[in-house]
């Protein structure tokens, strides 16, 4: 049973890293106007990473041209591992 709650934390920790990953794209392909967010895998990024960051928007609004809502995201996603790691001790490869 340890070690089914271990693993689980594991794989939610690394779903967790591909999530900033997934959310490093978004903001990076946001320099780019050009990129048609409207074909796969650009979509899929988009429909995964919008839904937090519009609402991260709607409690942070964008400061001029700065918007601060991927900060707080990528806030949330840390504190989302912090408590993860704290829940079962995982080793770190």
Known sequence: MENLLSNSVILLLRLC???GILLMVSIFGSWFPQ???Y????RFVRDVTDPPLNY???IIPPLGMFD???IAVFFALQVV???LSALVPVARF
């Open 35 to 37: 990129l048609d967010w």
């Open 56 to 58: 991260a928007r709607s």
């Open 81 to 83: 591992k912090a408590l």
């Open 68 to 70: 601060l809502s991927p």
């Open 39 to 42: 074909k796969q895998p650009l």
């Open 17 to 19: 890293d591909f999530y």
